[in-house]
């Protein structure tokens, strides 16, 4: 009650998210009267980034810059809507398209709007799309980070619950293309409704034009799915190749970046990802506070002993997770939640671990964009200069879609095992 009621009224108070989780975890501490616990304060926090992973973030906030700066994003965006036919909503389509392949690429949230925020939508306002609409999409595309292989949060399931994380990874890919079809019929829906401007003809010379500008912007892209997937290179060392491309097309094949414009680059790319890095930082030592205090544990007791059936005990959980995820990350929520329910829902229930491990990280992904924690939907704020309660109130029909597919998988398991048993 103490945690809850310090977040809350911190929050009101005007206090910045990152500095009220910290506060709350100060709090606690002088409440509960274990001063000890300061002593483990410091490595706590220092060790919610103490992660290689990690890197991958700056980097891929700096990779963004460069593309940014060197006009490789632009020709990227023309790139596709010289694949597409004319229709109402084409950049935006064109956006989500481009999140679900940053997502099968990189398996972060954070890296991939903080990548979509730079590239974009300053293409989209360019083409008289609102800003704050603008953001909202690209923040929506972020959700499919989590789903589409490959997935952190797949992967820290397995290892946690000891299931194969191959079988993760096919368990998540109807869902996840499930998703991105609902976002797809919200943006026809909303490009109707909003008058979204439709995708200017182009003539075949102007299409061949395109492709053959974006040829060498392509390298990056490629270079990141090749490295990886290639086993050539991690995501930290993919973005470091990436950035380096990035800075010789823009510099010598594009003639649009200049030495003088990688200073900024590197600066603004610092500060946003020390913004971000510090908010995961405080998110860790928050998630820690609610562990020693034993509240996932009181929690899933009082919820094993409602009912008999398991897909009522999964409806029930997901709002228990819906909560959740408002107010951690999804990383150490999973740290959190998985021993105290996976043998609830297991042993009690008889559910399948592949099945209830998409059903939480679908679950906790939607707290990636929703306040007050939401990592994803801040660092889209802070990126695009938009207010995150103005992006959070855009993302209400897109979490709705998601909401709909989580309740679909609950109710129709197979959609989630077929496919992993197939193969």
Do not use: K
């Amino acid at each position: 009650m103490t945690v809850g009621l310090s977040f809350v009224g911190l929050l009101l108070a005007g206090l910045p998210i990152s500095l009220a989780l910290a506060a709350v975890a100060l709090i606690y501490i002088a409440v509960s009267g274990n001063l000890v616990l300061l002593q483990s304060y410091p490595q706590q926090m220092f060790g919610g980034l103490e992660n290689y992973g990690m890197l991958a973030l700056p980097l891929f906030i700096l990779l963004g810059e460069f593309m940014n700066a060197g006009g490789i994003g632009r020709r990227l965006m023309a790139l596709t809507l010289a694949l597409l036919p004319q229709l109402r909503g084409g950049l935006a389509y064109v956006n989500l398209g481009a999140n679900m392949m940053m997502a099968s690429i990189l398996g972060s949230t954070v890296a991939q709007i903080t990548i979509m925020a730079r590239l974009a939508v300053p293409e989209m306002e360019r083409a008289g799309y609102p800003r704050d609409v603008s953001a909202a999409i690209t923040a929506a595309g972020g959700l499919l980070a989590p789903i589409i292989p490959p997935s952190m949060l797949f992967i820290i399931y397995g290892v946690i619950a000891q299931v194969p994380i191959g079988e993760m990874f096919v368990a998540g890919i109807l869902p996840g293309v499930l998703i991105f079809a609902g976002f797809c019929g919200l943006i026809g829906w909303q490009a109707r409704r909003r008058d979204f401007p439709r995708t200017a003809p182009m003539m075949p010379p102007q299409r061949r034009r395109a492709v053959i500008e974006a040829l060498p912007a392509a390298l990056i892209p490629l270079s990141i799915i090749v490295s990886i997937l290639g086993g050539f290179a991690t995501p930290t060392e993919s973005a470091v190749v990436a950035s380096l491309l990035a800075i010789l097309i823009g510099r010598f094949v594009y003639r649009e970046m200049t030495l003088a414009d990688t200073w900024p680059a590197l600066v603004s790319a610092g500060r946003g990802a020390a913004v971000v890095l510090f908010l995961i930082a405080c998110a860790q030592v928050f998630a820690w506070v609610v562990t020693f205090a034993n509240i996932p544990a009181l929690v899933a007791a009082w919820l094993s002993g409602l009912t008999d059936s398991p897909v009522l005990f999964l409806l029930l959980l997901n709002i228990l997770l819906l909560g959740v995820g408002m107010v951690m990350d999804p990383i150490p929520a999973i740290i959190l939640i998985v021993p105290v329910f996976l043998p609830v829902a297991t042993g009690v229930y008889g559910l399948d671990p592949i099945h209830f491990g998409i059903v939480l990280c679908l679950n906790l992904t939607l707290g990636l964009v929703t306040p007050p924690v939401g990592t994803g939907l801040f660092t889209a704020s802070l990126l695009t200069g938009v207010r995150a309660e103005r992006i959070a109130a855009l993302l209400v029909p897109f979490l709705a879609v998601a909401f709909l597919v989580i309740l679909l998988i609950i109710v129709w398991p197979e959609v989630t095992l077929a496919l992993a048993r197939w193969l």
